[in-house]
T-cell receptor, first 110, second 112 residues
Framework: GQQVMQIPQYQHVQEGEDFTTYCNSS?????IQWYKQRPGGHPVFLIQ?????EVKKQKRLTFQFGEAKKNSSLHITATQTTDVGTYFC??????????FGSGTRLSIRP | SAVISQKPSRDICQRGTSLTIQCQVD?????MFWYRQQPGQSLTLIATANQGSEATYESGFVIDKFPISRPNLTFSTLTVSNMSPEDSSIYLCSVLQGREQYFGPGTRLTVT
């Protein structure tokens, strides 16, 4: 079946360091979405990428969708303690349902 | 953005019993989804519930175990039937509004 994998599973960084999580799908996606889930919270939508090779920025966050529309990345510049949480990518293979990646848990040393 | 509420927020149930989780949305939406998230894990889609049609279940989930109702465009229920400890999890409803997917706060279920 369709799978969406993320690496790394965990990342522990010093505050101020950069952070990147990578997402890979076994199939081509019509779009990819990114979510953030704070500890004890529910997933919150961050962004959606639709076009091949698309790059979008939200302040310190940079999202990229691969040329083949099978991979994506989220990069956070100069992490802050408010960035703590689990980041999920979620791919839409075109069936109007979202397949969530395995997630990357980010923790930060102040 | 859609605002979603779920009831109950948490429950502790005995094995063999059933629990019905309610999901209320503040606006009319066509597509609603039910997910399960085990502690520290990703979200697994249980089923898609569209108003006026039978829910579509994902592989590994069946209607007898997880019956779903979708009586109108703002409400849905998920029942976890004949519960076992393996059903202990967080259950989240979600809606698709435009291109964005919104999640309810979740129902934390513990089965003893």
């Amino acid at each position: 079946g369709q799978q969406v994998m993320q690496i790394p599973q965990y990342q522990h960084v010093q505050e101020g360091e950069d952070f990147t999580t990578y997402c890979n799908s076994s199939t081509t996606l019509s779009n990819i979405q990114w979510y953030k889930q704070r500890p004890g919270g529910h997933p919150v939508f961050l962004i959606q990428l639709v076009k091949s090779g698309e790059v979008k920025k939200q302040k310190r966050l940079t999202f990229q969708f691969g040329e083949a529309k099978k991979n994506s990345s989220l990069h956070i510049t100069a992490t802050q303690t408010t960035d703590v949480g689990t980041y999920f990518c979620a791919g839409d293979p075109g069936a109007s349902k979202i397949i969530f990646g395995s997630g990357t848990r980010l923790s930060i040393r102040p | 953005s859609a605002v979603i509420s779920q009831k109950p927020s948490r429950d502790i149930c005995q094995r063999g019993t059933s629990l019905t989780i309610q999901c209320q949305v503040d606006s009319q939406v066509t597509m609603m989804f039910w997910y399960r998230q085990q502690p520290g894990q990703s979200l697994t889609l249980i089923a898609t519930a569209n108003q006026g049609s039978e829910a579509t279940y994902e592989s590994g989930f069946v209607i007898d175990k997880f019956p779903i109702s979708r009586p109108n465009l703002t409400f849905s229920t998920l029942t976890v039937s004949n519960m076992s400890p393996e059903d202990s999890s967080i259950y989240l409803c979600s809606v698709l509004q435009g291109r964005e997917q919104y999640f309810g706060p979740g129902t934390r279920l513990t089965v003893t």
